[in-house]
């Protein structure tokens, strides 16, 4: 058990770009590499979900805490893994908030599915087949997406969608856009 560091954009682009491979089997290396990701996870409170890449292991393993809602991570669940995580349908497309901890105070309005159904492996091995509805749709998907090597800043669709959150004098949290040319 070890809390491990979360690789960052864009200095390791090349370990976050790269695709993972497949989990045969739930072996003592994928059992700690489970333990791994929650115990960064947990040393995260923003964190509401994890991948293996982003700790520079190339396995479809993702760590997701389902229920974060308005509260954010403070009213999310436990974490749970899912592995080698397959959509089978996803729906329900809407945009809604995005950011990722390989991107330190960069946040963005993404579009992604509110309804996934999405079926793999549990962390024991047994086969799983669920239905992720809203924000924990967005979650799940987000996780996926870094499996095969897609960051949430391949999603931005305009400029202004994507914003560093600095704090004011007054100490009230204000978006700062990271990439419009608009002064
Ligand atoms: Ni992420």
Redesign the pocket.
Known sequence: MAVREILVYPDESAALRRKSQAIWKVSANVERLIEDLKDTLASRPEGI?L?AP?INIHRRVVIVRLGAGDEGAAGAGPPIALLNPRIVEARDERRDFDG???FPGLYGTTRRPHYLHVMGRDEEGNPFDRVFEGFDAVVVH??ID?LNGV??IDRIEQPEDLYYVRTDASGQPVRVPALTTRW
């Open positions: 979900g991948a982003q990722c901890l390989s987000h996780e870094h960051l949430f």
